[in-house]
């Protein structure tokens, strides 16, 4: 059967997507345990109609090693997009160095810095977009300047799509870099931390935004909106936030498009405290804090269609039995990713991984599909190892 609709949301699910084929007892019996009562179907795309082809590929049609019909995604196709992303990480290494020796703040070198993201992602939004997303998993959770531009990337992303324009767009970017910057005062391995901080820890911790704004204080006359995102990034829409405890709307929207974007990341690259989690997971703790009224709805919504219904570096098996990693998203094809298969359709690792575009039918004009998420340890796949 096609499924269409379940009962409960997708947080409380094995599925992040609810559409798509029940392939046999034990997908029955997953939704069971997950408290699934009732589900709409398609009867029109069920595979006892005859009129729909099987969309089960065949070993026969498809095999395994076939060379790759769609787009490549390595590391060189994204070499222009590399380049950009180290040359701001650079930009932002010099800035800081600055900022800790006390030169006044290179204002006309951070526009440049983030004018230049933008006018990248107005070009090729998904290309910048899945590099930040590749190098997400594979960066060393000490980077601040990384993290600083990563930052920045989703930030501008999620702001253009909750109708920031103009000034408060260019306001956002530029204090997405300086969020941050009060980490520069604290001990490095505290940033760099992925276990939870001793109460200890957590209390030095919290000291960064106030010392971020008394650190830029000293050297600048900044915009009172990078300011508030500096100070505000850790507030929280309920009040659980830090360093003031500030509610709802006394917290810019700026800042609650950072924060919310801080936690992302956080999560995924295993950073301030927090082990790194699986994509698809760090969605879900998200989604549900947003909707407990921690973060700005909005901004999460737009966040996770940003980064998509199955994220970069999860690990997925497709409907044919075969595994891959997600290596690319397109926002016009969420449920159909680029996807490097690892394992033939009975589980083997492969001797050579490949890309596969899931959107490009191949030759019998099907389209793979994706079956579930799979978690990387129980199936001891190093996910980095791939990107």
Known sequence: MYVVKLDRSWLWTPRLCHRGFLRDQDDIESLKRAGVRELVIDTLRGRDVPAEPPLLPLATEEPAMEADTGPACGWAELADEAAVRGEAIEAVERLFDGVVTGVPLDRPGLQRLVTGLMERLLSNEHRLLTLTFLEQMRRTNSSLHAHAVDTCVLALVVG??????????????????????GHLTLPPPLHSKDAPYTPEEQAVIEQHPSRGVELMGTISDLPPAWIRIIMEHHERVDGTGYPAGLRGAHISLL???????????????????????????VLRLLYRDALAGRYHHDAVSHLIRTVGVYPVGSLVELLSGERGIVVAVRPEQRLSPVVKIITDPNGARLPTAYTRDLAAPNAAGRRRMIRQVLNPRAHNVDIASYL
């Open 160 to 181: 253009r799509a909750c109708g920031l324009r103009g000034e408060d767009l260019t306001d956002l970017g530029q204090g997405a870099i300086l969020h941050d910057v």
């Open 255 to 281: 800042s609650q498009i950072v924060g919310a974007v801080d936690r992302y990341d956080a999560m995924a690259a295993g950073r301030d405290g927090s082990a790194r989690t699986r994509p698809d997971d």
